[in-house]
């Protein structure tokens, strides 16, 4: 008789969203003439921009007919999107990245929780907390943590950087030594941004010890601060100590359309001396076939010159949404953080409630979704996110309806 992987037994109820989505369709059902803003999820509402569209109904054209007609992709990506990544998100900034660092993928989501693959099972994670949940559930179901731990809220064997407004949401090193950092910057779920001296500090501890640092910038287009790093490579020495997740979903809008990549240095070698590179190469050659043609042609068009600039349109529809949050929050008289380099805002919940019961609230009386912080980590108690992803009309209406809640 077969047996399972009981790793995956240990993981506490579904999926954050998954079971945010099951709560809300259930409410809705409930009430059907109820009018439901969601600000849960960080799901894009703008369509894709003009210049993506156009690259796509291109790429669609070549895909019908012989002679341009395009079969499996490339592992790592094709030439001209990975040619692109590097010029505009790397050189660009003056870091040093090549393309055969680069590995494209349908998105950050797939390759934040496949990863850890690579890395040996008695590796030490360290993560923040609160934290996006696919780092620790994809080290939880792959045996390198203990049990859920019902009086600490969290995994045992993992070790938590507790992120709060004392720190301005930004980790100190941890106490107790991990091989494996999870950071994400600008920050999914607080909104907090880091500054480059912060981000060295990791680097040169990372590689003090011996560790891999497993950075997150999937919401490096929303940084407004000038000084603030976009990729962990600005740092010196991160090559040694650093892979890079980056997604088109947020810049771009492609959460449904699907597109991604992973930096995986030359220079980053295990204690064995392997290079992560050819580990990770040899992983997505054997386990994965590419994104499609069409949407890695999509992604080229995100560097354009015009791609650029309708892009940044978007962006910063999306901010003027999270400045809309953060003063009308204010305003009504809540503690608000984030929401000025990133598309999230963070606030405490009024006293008496905590997340969970906010959120069923804020459901229930004003008919608004956002995410409970406490689905982010037991440091997310007493917090709650609300994403600027929404319509202005719509985060204009849920504002006034919080406000007279
Ligand atoms: C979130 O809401 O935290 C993100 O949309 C989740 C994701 O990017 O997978």
């Keep these: 008789m077969f047996t399972i992987n009981?790793?995956?037994?240990?993981?506490?109820?579904?999926?954050?969203?998954?079971?945010?989505?099951?709560?809300?369709?259930?409410?809705?059902?409930?009430?059907?003439?109820?009018?439901?803003?969601?600000?849960?999820?960080?799901?894009?509402?703008?369509p894709l921009a003009p210049a993506i569209i156009e690259a796509l109904h291109k790429a669609v054209d070549e895909m019908g007919n012989a002679a341009t007609f395009h079969?499996?992709?490339?592992?790592?990506?094709?030439?001209?999107?990975?040619?692109?990544?590097?010029?505009?998100?790397?050189?660009?900034?003056?870091?040093?990245?090549?393309?055969?660092?680069i590995f494209v993928s349908d998105g950050a989501k797939?390759?934040?929780?496949?990863?850890?693959?690579?890395?040996?099972?008695?590796?030490?994670?360290?993560?923040?907390?609160?934290?996006?949940?696919?780092?620790?559930?994809?080290?939880?179901?792959?045996?390198?943590?203990?049990?859920?731990?019902p009086t600490n809220e969290n995994y045992d064997g993992v070790i938590y950087m507790p992120?709060?407004?004392?720190?301005?949401?930004v980790?100190?090193?941890?106490?107790?030594?991990?091989?494996?950092?999870?950071?994400?910057f600008p920050n999914n779920p607080t909104g907090a941004g880091i500054s480059k001296e912060n981000l060295q500090r990791f680097v040169d501890y990372a590689r003090k010890i011996g560790a891999v640092i497993l950075y997150d910038?999937?919401?490096?287009?929303?940084?407004?601060?000038?000084?603030?790093?976009?990729?962990?490579?600005?740092?010196?020495?991160?090559r040694e100590c650093a892979i890079e997740l980056r997604s088109f979903s947020k810049n771009a809008g492609f959460t449904g359309v699907r597109l991604g990549y992973t930096v995986v240095p030359k220079d980053l070698k295990s204690s064995e001396g392997v290079k992560l590179n050819d580990l990770w190469a040899r992983r997505h050659g054997t386990k994965y076939n590419g994104a499609p043609y069409i949407v890695q042609r999509a992604g080229e068009a995100v560097y354009s010159p015009e791609g650029k600039a309708q892009l940044k349109t978007q962006i910063d529809y999306y901010m003027k949404n999270a400045k809309t949050i953060l003063q009308g929050l204010k305003d009504a008289g809540?503690?608000?953080?984030?929401?000025?380099?990133?598309?999230?805002?963070?606030?405490?919940?009024?006293?008496?409630?905590?997340?969970?019961?906010?959120?069923?609230?804020?459901l229930s009386t004003v008919n608004i979704v956002g995410t409970p912080g406490?689905?982010?980590?037991?440091?997310?108690?007493?917090?709650?996110?609300?994403?600027?992803?929404?319509?202005?009309?719509?985060?204009?209406?849920?504002i006034e309806r919080i406000t007279k809640m």
């Design 163 to 169: 992120c709060l407004s004392q720190n301005n949401f």
């Design 374 to 398: 406490s689905g982010f980590g037991a440091h997310g108690e007493g917090y709650f996110r609300l994403t600027a992803f929404g319509t202005y009309e719509n985060t204009l209406k849920a």
């Design 334 to 362: 809540y503690t608000v953080y984030g929401g000025e380099n990133a598309p999230y805002i963070w606030l405490k919940t009024p006293d008496s409630m905590n997340s969970w019961e906010f959120f069923d609230h804020l």
């Design 6 to 46: 009981d790793n995956y037994l240990k993981l506490q109820g579904s999926y954050l969203f998954s079971n945010i989505a099951k709560k809300v369709a259930a409410f809705q059902e409930r009430n059907p003439g109820a009018e439901i803003i969601r600000l849960g999820i960080g799901d894009v509402t703008q």
């Design 171 to 184: 980790p100190e090193l941890p106490k107790e030594e991990p091989d494996l950092i999870y950071l994400c």
């Design 110 to 149: 797939c390759d934040c929780g496949n990863i850890q693959e690579i890395f040996g099972l008695n590796n030490k994670v360290a993560v923040c907390d609160p934290v996006y949940p696919v780092y620790v559930d994809s080290n939880v179901m792959a045996g390198r943590t203990g049990l859920y731990n």
């Design 217 to 238: 910038a999937a919401y490096e287009a929303y940084i407004s601060d000038p000084d603030m790093p976009h990729s962990i490579y600005e740092c010196e020495g991160a």
């Design 71 to 101: 079969g499996y992709a490339p592992d790592k990506g094709y030439e001209f999107l990975r040619h692109a990544i590097v010029e505009n998100d790397y050189k660009a900034r003056g870091c040093e990245v090549y393309e055969d660092e």
